[in-house]
């Protein structure tokens, strides 16, 4: 099938998996190395890398249920943002009710950006999911990066009592009016 | 720029790598056997040949001043004089008489072009021959490539000249050079070398944006626009591009290897100091690279005092002379008693930025009425900020411990003067989508607590999604970090408050309360309150975290008695019954003393006109407060909270499951958790002997001393629990419910 669900699969018991989507496969593969070196100790995280979606359907079986998507599109490469572009809509509408974020890289080396920020803003409104910032070329700004997915990916997971992904969705997006929030 | 050397002189080819600098690189090492070329081959002669050397620098200076015309005779004292200034620089007489042949003699343009390459100083080069020299060019009929070629002289041994006064009173002739397309790079090179904040006039920045509409944009105007932005941000209001690293070529080829050897030999042998009394900095080798800008300089007078110019003799400058009065040199202000003595003869340094370090200077710019001070000082600020921000842009001249030393910086300068700067507040809201949570965090979250009173609805849009989402997905430091601020945020607008309730002259709260200082605060505290609760969510009711969200909600229950502030405001249950059900002795004390301050203050607060007169919005925070006594005293004295229509209420066949017997005392003062070491320290004290400790016990015992001694009871509960928790539990019993 060619849609990615969130929840056709059975989850694995303290077992988190995080799959990293984008154009270039080296900064992804080292913010997975940094991402497992983050949360040893705690839970297990599986790191899955993928340059575009439809994943491959041979090993569908082996592979674990998907807790967070994780889009990276760097704002110097155009055939970044077309790549994220292609493959959103192979992923199941559910998965946007917070198991998805968009990480954006490139935001220190301004001058000379190919995409403008506010089109990667447009989008991530119209997705309805968080966006994030960080460097991935530095490696003390991979790491903090890494702590921040890691945060996400555990509530996405189930593994916080009491806070599910659309819970922490809906705490993140500055719509919703704090005057009528129940404290 | 190898084509024009071309031109300049078919005769002798310029190569980069010079031959004579070669030699004068070889010689000063060591490794040439001296005075080869004057056929001396012994080192002993050396003195001899040293003499010898600069007797025949003499005979060719002079011959070159008489003659009228080159001829082979003058090709050899001019071959002389090329060897000695490359080998061992010119003294400065020498330098004064070349110049004066260069630009007055009747020579070929060829052989004056070559004269002006080989004046490179021994040491130092005087201004009066600088001067004498850039008159006569001014005068004269030298060719234009003549006259590039002293300007890049000029620009290439500016460090060493030994004084700029002289040249500064000449601003105005040098900046009429700029007309001449071929000179104007190199003018506004000199320009800005020479500029001081006297210099900066509206004329010449109109003069300044012709010339740009001609050229357009070049990069050694936008230097010097920028240079006279940052002096008078007032008088240009145009937008100019960012700063960029290098403006200007760093060195000139001709003398690149000259300048060097010559700093170098100079570093060696102590040189007198050259005494700059220009206001900027000397920590700046502009020239060479863009200012590592968060060296921030000690403060120094933009004029020389009377004295200094006596001692001098030198030209004083005009403005000083005029005014008659003398000013205070800045490097000597130290103390606040100085600045009082002397506070009519402050002038402001050349380098605003310098007055961050120094807490006179600061208290000097709390009185003047100048905006324009406040504006130089901001627009440096944002501009340094922008720069030198490690999560922002890649700088390669500023690491994260420089911009953390300077974020210090600006936020002691903040904190002396008890207000935010509005740069600071604009660059942490641009920042902070950006931010990574990690990089600097202590100094960057402190500029959060300076956030100058206003509208919060106009800062939530700004600060809050940003801070929300790196607050629910970072580390619980960081949560906490933020709480802190946060806290310090509402301190300083509580203190603002209060003083500009103190500073008005009528007392009534009804009309003249600040309506902003209200509705900002509460909605702060609203806001604070939500994200406190869903953070104790996040990290399970960690007591680390619920130590800091008490510390906030406790300067919030004193709002109303210590800053006058008519408004009472109850923390939300998201916080309440977690610090309640904890296991940890220090909240539950903490909460019980939170507690206590809100009856107090709720108690003071029913006299207050304004609350009064707004009973309806105020009725809620009366109800929420006794909801909570009820529920503290339900758990903690009368162990009725696992009853019915009481906030534990639990089906009691569930609780039986749970098989502990008495769940019902289960949470009261003596079993409480959080209490247990307590209870047990009670024991213990009370009946040493007693083998067998059980909990249960205490009960009994205290139902014994009630019966006899009823007040001792208390007595003991006061000595052996914590103090708090029994004084609340005095002022509580006291008829609490309010209406």
Known sequence: MALLRPLDKLPTLDVATILLLGAEETPLEQLGTAIIKECEGTAKVQVHVASCLPLPTDRECFRPRIDLIVFVLSLHSKYSLRTVEASLPHVDARFFLGKVCFLVTGVRKEPNTSIHMDAVRKMATAYHSPLLFGDLEVECFRASVAQRLIQILQICAGHVPGLSALNLLSMMKPCLELTMQET | MSTREADLSPVIPIIQTNPLAWKMRQITSGFVPLNWKYGQNDKEELEYAEYNESEALCRALEHIRMVKEKGSVEERHLRTVEDIAWKSGLAPEDIDTLLDVVLSGPFAEAVKNRMLKCLIPATLIPESAVVRAFSRLCASNCSNNTKVLFCRWLIAMFDFIDGKEDMNSLYGFFFSFLQEETMSCYICNLLYLLTKRENVKPFRVRKLLELQSKVGMQPYLQALLSLYKSFCPNLITISLPPKRKFYFKTTDSIWQAAVYIVKERNHK???????????????????????????????????????????????????????????????????????????????????????????????????IQDETVWLRLYYWMSQELKEGCTWCKVSNYTSEEEFRKF????????????????????????????????????????LLSWIPL???????????????????????????????????????????????????????????????ALNSVSELISYVGWLSTIALRLESNSSFLLHFILDFFETVSDMYLNYNLPLVMMFPRGVFYPALLTSDTIALNHLCYIMYRYRVNLTAAKENELIRQERLKFNKTYQEFNEYVTALVDCLWTSTSFEKDHYLYIDPQILEKTKIREYKRSLNLINHPALLPYSIYFLLQGWPAEKELSLSSIQEHLEDLIISRQSSAIWILHRTSSTTVASTFDKCMSPCCMS
């Open chain 2, 269 to 367: 042998s102590l040189l007198p100091s050259v005494k700059l009394t220009i206001g900027t900095a000397y920590s700046h080798p502009r020239k060479k690279k863009w200012n590592s800008g968060c060296i921030i300089p000690v403060p120094t007078s933009s004029h020389i005092s009377k004295e200094e110019q006596d001692k001098e003799g030198g030209s004083s400058s005009l403005d000083v002379m005029l005014s008659g009065h003398k000013s205070f040199p800045l490097e000597q202000l130290h103390t606040f008693s100085q600045l009082l003595d002397n506070i009519q003869n402050i002038e402001l340094p050349s380098q605003m930025c310098s007055v961050l370090k120094s807490a006179p200077l600061l208290h000097y710019l709390n009185c």
């Open chain 2, 454 to 516: 206003g509208n919060f609805s106009e800062i939530k849009p700004l600060l809050c999604d940003s801070l929300t989402q790196l607050f629910f997905t970072s580390s619980i430091y960081h949560k906490c970090s933020v709480l802190y601020s946060l806290k310090q945020l509402l301190q300083n607008w509580l203190l603002w408050h209060a003083m500009e309730v103190s500073v008005k002259p009528t007392r009534s709260t009804s009309a003249d309360t600040p309506m902003i």
């Open chain 2, 407 to 446: 974020l210090d910086i600006i936020i002691s300068a903040q904190c002396f003067l008890q207000e935010g700067f509005p740069s600071s507040e604009a660059f942490l809201y641009k920042s902070l989508p950006l931010w990574d949570g990690v990089s600097c965090r202590a100094e960057y979250l402190q």
